[in-house]
């Protein structure tokens, strides 16, 4: 892992020492000792895929969701890792062709109490869908996303929704007149 994989396991091990461990169950101190092999220990090989080398971060992802650590979460889906990312890591995915791979990751935290990473996650499925082909599911989750979006106030990601509901209608006006 690299500097950003360091920093993140140095805030996670620093809000885990906060935590009363007495009280915590074994099964979330093995998610949590999980997180911290992903993060702490795994190593991609040198000509490995994109895919394997964010794999750390994309298993500690799924294991934080499982114990409900959100921010903790979302610090991982929103980072960037120079030489390796254009993008945060969630978006990155799309780039590199991992749309499968964005709807698993999207689909953990789609009912997140995290209004945040709820967006992030509901706007990344719809546009996952998108370059899936399922363009029906795109809708749905774009006019969802759009109420979200318009009761936060929220208009950048009003805008991000708009434009894409507007690549949605002309792919469909495009395949519709073939």
Not at 71 to 88: H, L, P, T, V, W
Not at 89 to 94: E, R, S, Y
Not at 147 to 172: D, H, M, Q, T
Request: glycine share 6%; net charge positive; hydrophobic share 40%.
């Amino acid at each position: 892992m690299g500097k950003t994989g360091q920093k993140i396991l140095t805030e996670f091990e620093s809000s885990w020492a906060t935590k009363d461990t007495a009280n915590i169950s074994c099964w979330k101190r093995a998610h949590y000792r999980a997180v911290k092999n992903w993060l702490g220990k795994y190593q991609p090989s040198k000509d490995g895929s994109n895919l394997e080398k964010v794999q750390g971060y994309l298993e500690a992802y799924h294991h934080l969701c499982e114990v409900e650590a959100e921010e903790e979460a979302y610090q991982i889906i929103d980072i960037r890792i120079d030489k390796i990312f254009i993008e945060d890591l969630h978006f990155q995915l799309g780039i590199w062709g991992y749309y499968s791979e964005q709807v698993e990751l999207y689909n953990k935290s789609l009912n997140s109490q995290n209004n945040r990473l709820n967006l992030i996650c509901s706007i990344g499925l719809a546009n996952a869908y998108i370059y899936l082909g399922n363009y029906n599911q795109a809708i749905k989750y774009h006019h969802k996303n759009l109420i979200k979006a318009r009761i936060i106030k929220n208009r950048e990601a009003e805008a991000k929704i708009l434009n894409s509901l507007g690549v949605i209608f002309y792919i469909v006006i495009i395949i519709l007149n073939q």
